[in-house]
């Protein structure tokens, strides 16, 4: 009896020691107690990583992909150019014409603002058909600007055209009303303010909206009275630095020859040419592609505040105007084809 007492006890103390075995070896309970450590080559590369910082500009990121280059275009200041390494806009000059400024060498000797190898463009005369459309075409294929001086007779018969210009950005002032000699012997004080204010009202009614206070005297002649008038009136006056005399060209090839000619000679200045000349519009592609050639840049002229006209003269015209001026109705509105 006694001998299988001690048996059982044998068989239950082994059974505890057992499970206490199986308990501290075998339980889960283990891993939740297990030291939060790294072994020591993980702690060196731990130590030997540096600090994290966001990345700034300044950081070298490796690139995978790039945007291809596109060819260099040249454009005016603040507007877009469709044309790859146009001539395009060097740079936008604002004049404040108070006190009737003056512009262009060949007469006026005051104001040099053009730095080497700059030109202004300008065009006198226009605006008529199928030449000032060609020329504007020529300036818009190499993004470029000019300043226009239409003349006032001009713009009622093709206001159409003359709304062309303005639309595409250029400067138009105006060049008198019928294109007369304002210092010659018969001309009074009287005649030329009215040649100077009916050309500037013919130019607002064919735009539909003030001009430039640019003006450009007539075959260059310019006398103290007009000038002084002018002045008056905060009106910047235009003669030339170089003039391509394109109105006595026998064809294109010889106002390009002209033109570069005079302005590799002088370094820069202030173009004359005609947007009324055939010649001219057929020469301008040529000429741009020169100036491009040669380093040259254009500078654009805008006024600081356009010209204020005055009434009387915007109301005389439209008295003297026997007919509608062409701009009232397009000439689709008027004539359709009915039949072929």
Same mark, same amino acid.
């Given at each position: ?55 700034? *500009? ?6 995978? %992909?790039?945007? /291809? ?6 454009? @005016?200041? $603040?507007? #877009? ?120 009202? *013919? ?6 909206? %003030?001009?430039? /206070? ?6 260059? @002649?310019? $006398?103290? #009275? ?115």
């Amino acid at each position: 009896m006694r001998d299988a007492l001690g048996l059982m006890l044998a068989s239950v103390v082994a059974a505890l020691v057992i499970s206490a075995i199986w308990f501290w070896t075998s339980s889960p309970r283990i891993e939740l107690t297990a030291p939060n450590s790294l072994s020591a080559a993980q702690v060196q590369r731990v130590a030997a990583a540096p600090p994290f910082k966001p990345l700034t *500009a300044a950081d070298d990121v490796e690139i995978t %992909a790039a945007i /291809p280059e596109k060819p260099a275009i040249r454009t @005016q200041p $603040g507007s #877009a150019c469709a044309t790859p390494d146009a001539l395009g806009v060097s740079r936008v000059v604002e004049i404040d014409t108070a006190g009737g400024p003056r512009f262009g060498f060949q007469h006026f000797k005051q104001l040099d603002f053009l730095a080497d190898r700059e030109v202004v463009l300008t065009f006198d005369d226009g605006p008529w058909p199928v030449n000032t459309p060609a020329v504007l075409k020529a300036l818009a294929d190499e993004c470029t600007k000019a300043v226009f001086f239409p003349i006032g007779k001009h713009a009622t018969y093709h206001p159409e055209i003359l709304k062309q210009v303005a639309a595409a950005g250029h400067a138009v002032g105006a060049h008198t009303w019928s294109h007369a000699n304002l210092n010659s012997k018969k001309m009074t004080e009287q005649l030329a303010k009215d040649e100077i204010e009916k050309g500037y009202s *013919a130019v607002k009614l064919a735009l539909g909206a %003030a001009p430039s /206070p640019f003006f450009r005297f007539p075959e260059l @002649q310019h $006398g103290p #009275a007009a000038m002084a008038y002018l002045g008056s009136r905060n009106i910047a006056m235009f003669s030339c630095d170089l003039d391509s005399f394109d109105f006595r060209a026998k064809d294109a090839a010889q106002i390009v020859n002209t033109v570069m000619t005079k302005l590799d000679k002088q370094g820069k200045g202030i173009i004359l040419m005609h947007d009324f000349q055939k010649h001219t519009a057929q020469a301008l592609p040529s000429l741009l592609q020169r100036l491009k050639a040669g380093g040259y840049k254009v500078v654009q002229m805008k006024a600081k505040a356009p010209l204020q006209t005055l009434p009387d003269y915007d109301e005389g015209l439209l008295k003297d105007i026997k007919l509608p001026v062409a701009s009232v109705r397009s000439v689709g509105s008027v004539v359709q084809t009915v039949s072929r």
